[in-house]
């Protein structure tokens, strides 16, 4: 079933609340432990620990990617930055849908800026080079807006960052939502912010899809993102769909060929009874193995959103998948240094 934005914005009120705050809740969910309730999830590694950021600029952290404890948010609960005032009036410190690398000694952390009930949307801009909080040098940065409903596309909602640096050392910016599609944009490696501020949008879907995230394996690159009902508990119907294309540009096809321009998908995780909606989905990648990170809307927590990371395999025909096959899914071998994660 085809959502809108609307859906999106109800995280403001239903997921954001406890994303944020402590919780001594230990929950057991596919072999994860510990808090898991998270919405929008990202996963990076910083030293000894893995972190996970979602909705609320909340993160955890994990020593063995199985038991995870609340670690801290990026802002101090409350906060409300003259631009993010600036830009959209009735923003009150709530942000989501974060997204992270590592990049040239810092953590780039992008984020969603918007307001309920309000489609005019921004992307913002984070840097810090740790992520420990009891190293002397943590600081959050806030460098600012990247982009908005300005300058990002006529009627697009400009949510869901997620940062692509390709191996030619370009850096390209996907975002968007229902509200007229997914879109990208290249970013200045040295600023992190765009390359030009009249940007050429790259249209990747016309109405399709949220939560986009885009990886290179050795032949392809693979876009997923999300659709259906989220936000809604047992009630949600939320799924991952995936694309290919051998240019980054796209356009990004179908198993059928067909084009995401067109709203053309191929599934790649949809629900089921025990947890009805799975989607906006993070990937991370460790030596030979790659990880797909999501949430899922799980029955056995009265519907509540928990985190999810699996093993990403390779299918015959070249698709990803959670589904055991005799081959792991392969990153490309410049993603694979590391860039996600230091």
């Known amino acids: ?26 929950i057991e969910n596919n072999g994860l432990k510990g808090d898991l309730k998270v919405h929008d999830p990202v996963m990076i590694k910083g030293g000894d620990w ?17 038991n995870w404890v609340n670690d801290h948010g990026v802002f101090p609960k409350g906060e409300v930055l003259d631009w993010w005032k600036k830009d959209i009036p009735e923003q009150k410190g709530v942000l989501w ?42 600081k959050w940065e806030d460098q600012g807006a990247v982009i908005s409903f300005k300058n990002g596309g006529e009627g697009v909602n400009v949510i869901d960052p ?47 899809g949220e939560g986009v995230f885009l990886i290179k394996g050795p032949d392809y ?14 009630n949600s119907n939320y799924q991952i769909v995936m694309g290919r294309s051998k240019n980054i540009e796209g356009p990004y096809l179908n198993k059928e060929g067909e084009s995401w321009v067109d709203d053309k998908y191929s ?6 009874d025990k947890e009805p909606g799975r989607g906006h989905n993070g990937i991370f990648t460790e030596k030979d193995t790659t990880y797909i990170v999501y949430h899922a809307y799980t029955r056995s927590v009265d519907g509540k959103s928990l985190l999810n990371i699996k093993p990403l395999y390779l299918t015959k025909d070249g698709w990803p998948s959670i589904e055991a096959t005799s081959e792991l899914f392969k990153m490309d071998a410049f993603e694979k240094k590391g860039f996600k994660g230091k």
Request: proline residues 3%; hydrophobic residues 35%; glycine residues 8%.
């Open 1 to 26: 079933m085809k959502k809108n934005s609307f859906t999106l914005l109800i995280l403001l009120f239903s997921i954001v609340s406890w994303s944020q705050q402590v919780s001594q809740d230990t």
């Open 50 to 66: 893995y972190y996970v950021f979602g909705t609320g600029l909340s993160s955890k952290k994990s020593t063995d990617k199985i």
């Open 97 to 138: 849908a974060p997204d992270i690398h590592f990049r040239d000694g810092k953590y780039h952390l992008y984020y969603s800026v918007s307001a309920w009930m309000n489609f005019n949307s921004s992307i913002g801009y984070a840097t810090n080079v740790t992520l420990d909080k009891s190293n002397p040098n943590y």
């Open 162 to 208: 997620n940062v692509f640096v390709n191996k030619d050392g370009r850096v390209w910016l996907l975002y968007g939502s229902y509200q007229s599609g997914l879109r990208m944009v290249e970013l200045n490696p040295k600023t992190g912010k765009l390359l030009d501020e009249n940007p050429k949008l790259i249209k990747l879907t016309s109405h399709l």
């Open 221 to 234: 690159y693979y876009i997923f993102a999300s659709r259906g009902i989220c936000c809604k508990g047992i």
């Open 267 to 272: 599934l790649f995780l949809a629900g089921d």
